[in-house]
């Protein structure tokens, strides 16, 4: 068995071979998910490829990857039997670097005593002017600017 998959899709490629007393599995007794046949035959494979919004397809998304789930079903109908077999699919995504400019602290009076007032070397961030794609946030004090970038490692 192989199982592929994207963020639209899942792939589940079952061996045609015997899988209970000798018998061949047939692709009307093999189904994804809910109840959905096989796509297509191949020589040595039953293929299912189907969106993920079908078959009952179970998608978790987080932040940092997705785990998709679903499940194949054998029912051969000369048997009094079914077999299930869990299928999960795992897509790491992109790590995002968080990148903060260097510059060089305020150290003028001021500063200095809203630092000893408030026991923090946190001096206030100056926001500068919006550049697209590149987004600034002022509540990170050590630094000018802060800007958040996404990297693909």
Known sequence: MSVACS??????????????NYL????????????CPVTRELLDFFEFFYGLSSCGIKV?????SILIESSVTYEP??????GHIPISCYIQRPFLFTFV????????SAFQS????NNSASPKV??????????????FSPVKTYIVLSAPL
Request: proline share 5%.
């Open 7 to 20: 963020e639209h899709w899942l792939q589940v490629k079952i061996r045609r071979k015997s899988y209970v």
């Open 24 to 35: 061949q599995p047939q692709s009307y007794e093999l189904h994804l998910g809910t109840g």
């Open 60 to 64: 978790n998304e987080r932040p940092s």
């Open 77 to 82: 109908v000369s048997l009094d039997i079914i």
């Open 101 to 108: 400019t260097k510059t060089e602290l305020n150290t003028s």
């Open 114 to 117: 809203l630092v000893r007032k």
């Open 126 to 139: 100056e926001d500068t002017e919006i550049h697209p794609g590149v987004s600034f946030e002022n509540n």
